[in-house]
């Protein structure tokens, strides 16, 4: 197993574990779903709360169904994109990238683990400023937009000698 590969899968656990903890104390600890809202940071005019959600689509809640098959295909493809990109993190270049695939396969598998045990993803983190309120998130989600965000720099600021390596 390459070095680059180690690391990612270690990340990929390390945020697995993350946000399985958090959506855990959210729902058992914290019961969210009984209480709807609690305040964390700021107020007024720009804050963080934690909200409860159950997302049953994908990023922002796109492709949501009530159907039963609908979260189990959504986790079927997330599987399927995860071990693509664990195949991707074999044979990466670099860290980073092995870093940021790392993110985005624990942030994949941790909600394709609450798609199979709820039938959607427990969301939580309530962004809001001025009156406008980001789609409400998790630490998977958090992983997967950081992971995809670093895979897009490496894209833009790769060398040209880096990107006839690959």
Do not use: C
């Not at 990929?12 to 600890?29: G, N, P, T």
């Not at 009530?66 to 994109?81: Q, R, T, V, Y």
């Not at 990238?97 to 993803?121: C, H, K, P, Q, S």
């Not at 950081?146 to 040209?160: C, K, N």
């Amino acid at each position: 197993m390459s070095a680059h590969l180690r690391r990612g899968l270690s990340l990929a656990l390390l945020v697995l574990l993350a946000d399985q903890a958090s959506k855990w104390w959210i729902l058992e600890v914290l019961n969210l779903p009984a209480r709807r809202n609690v305040p964390l940071l700021g107020g007024g005019d720009f804050g963080l709360d934690l909200t409860m959600v159950w997302n049953r689509g994908v990023t922002f809640g796109l492709l949501s169904g009530s159907e039963p098959w609908h979260a189990w295909a959504l986790a079927a493809l997330a599987a399927a994109i995860a071990v693509f990109l664990v195949r991707w993190m074999a044979k990466a270049e670099n860290n980073r990238t092995a870093l940021a695939l790392g993110a985005i396969v624990g942030g994949a598998v941790g909600n394709v683990i609450d798609r199979a045990r709820f039938g959607a993803v427990v969301d939580f983190v309530d962004a809001y400023a001025w009156g406008w309120h980001w789609y409400v998130f998790n630490v998977a989600d958090a992983a997967i937009v950081l992971g995809v965000a670093v895979l897009l720099i490496e894209a833009v600021t790769a060398r040209p000698s880096e990107q006839g390596a690959s």
